[in-house]
């Protein structure tokens, strides 16, 4: 979610969710009175971000489902699949494993050589989620690994721990 550089995503970032809300609440403000100057799909992506970040998975579902139209439907893959992370891990956190599966179908393996390496590795740590509560635990804790490397080879610290916490979750799923 790089396309709109706003306060509310380093406040995201740092886990000032409340600063974050209001950054993105004055943000849609600003869209509504500019129509066309903010895409819609990035605000809602961005309150998708936040209501999963904070625990509200079913607030997130939303947001993230209209944000992965949006993106599909102006070309935007990376930001296709991270909306489809997000999507796929606010259904899994929900127990909608079987709606999540849907999700993982009608988004294509995303091409690691032509997308943004962050898009590529959040959605296949969504993807690790899918198979791990559809009995494919080990085969997603390998592959969990295998994004934990290829964040810390990609330079991507924060994904990397972010990929170390979800094997580590992955571990904990009970199938």
Known sequence: MKHIPTLGN????????????????ETRSLAQSFPGAIAAPEIEMAFARLSFADGHFADAASP??????????????????????????????????????EVLAQVPSPDARKLPAESVLRFEIARCFVLARTGR???????????????????????????????????????
């Not at 380093?10 to 609440?25: I, P, V």
């Not at 209209?66 to 796929?88: M, Q, S």
């Open 10 to 25: 380093t406040q995201l970032e740092q886990g000032d969710l409340a600063a974050a809300r209001k950054s993105f609440e």
């Open 64 to 101: 993230a489902r209209r944000a992965l139209i949006g993106f599909t439907g102006a070309g935007r893959e990376g930001d296709r699949f991270e909306a489809a992370a997000v999507l796929t891990r606010a259904l899994v956190a929900q127990g909608s494993v079987a709606e999540a599966s």
């Open 137 to 175: 635990r080990e085969e997603a804790v390998r592959a969990m690994e295998i994004v934990n490397a290829s964040a810390a080879r990609s330079g991507l610290p924060k994904l990397a721990r972010e990929a170390l916490q979800a094997k580590k979750a992955l571990l904990k799923t009970a199938v």
